[in-house]
């Protein structure tokens, strides 16, 4: 049971490039999301997906780009990297609609960016 | 923009304690609420969800939910070392989404 990896794990790059982060997971989960964990904000979401080709921008989506042209696929691009998007980038899933649909996380991209 | 709070600071307790984590939110008509944990250098998982008003048990973990006071807690019974780590508070807002409180850190001292 893969489940939902991210990778890389870690990433070194510098302000001004284009870098992707990657996310599959294998559950056929209709639900994708992005998100950030920065000390002294907790968990904020980037952008998230309800399917395949529908894409959608939660709190913070400025300098992020996604694309989900497969349901197992939901990649997130830095278009041009600052340092302020150094952070943990965590994808995560959940199955179909409703309110009692849990998330399930990936392992996270530890991303710095000099 | 949903507002989560969880205020209190680092929580220390000791090991067989019960450990207590308030959250509150800011969105009278939020429906369903969870609680991840998360261990230093991880992601976090879902310890339990609760949509109903009262107490939902599982193993050691209860939640409280009180709506009209727009609180949800956490309590963990028997407090393990295992249990060092930090507990993030969920409240769902439609589309699957979830707006996530910035976390309480726990502390079992042996």
């Known amino acids: 049971d893969a489940g939902i990896t991210q990778s890389p794990r870690y990433k070194i790059t510098e302000t001004g490039r284009q870098v992707t982060l990657m996310c599959h997971q294998t559950w056929s989960h209709s639900y994708m999301f992005w998100y950030r964990q920065d000390l002294g904000h907790g968990l904020r979401l980037i952008y998230y997906s309800a399917a395949a080709d529908i894409t959608d921008k939660g709190e913070v989506p400025d300098g992020y780009v996604v694309s989900r042209s497969k349901t197992e696929n939901f990649p997130l691009t830095l278009e041009s990297a600052t340092r302020s998007q150094t952070s943990v980038y965590f994808c995560?899933?959940?199955?179909?609609?409703?309110?009692?649909?849990?998330?399930?996380f990936g392992d996270g991209t530890r991303l710095s960016i000099l | 923009q949903k507002e989560v709070e969880q205020n209190s600071g680092p929580l220390s307790v000791p090991e067989g304690a019960i450990a207590s984590l308030n959250c509150t939110y800011s969105d009278r008509g939020s429906q369903s609420f969870f609680w991840y944990r998360q261990y230093s250098g991880k992601s976090p998982e879902l310890i339990m969800f609760i949509y109903s008003n009262g107490d939902k048990e599982d193993g050691r973990f209860t939640a409280q939910l009180n709506k009209a006071s727009q609180y949800v807690s956490l309590l963990i019974r028997d407090s393990q070392p295992s249990d060092s780590a930090t507990y993030l508070c969920a409240v769902f807002y439609g589309n699957n989404r979830l707006a996530f409180g910035k976390g309480n850190q726990v502390v079992v001292i042996p």
């Open positions: 995560a899933s959940s199955p179909v609609e409703g309110r009692n649909q849990p998330q399930h």
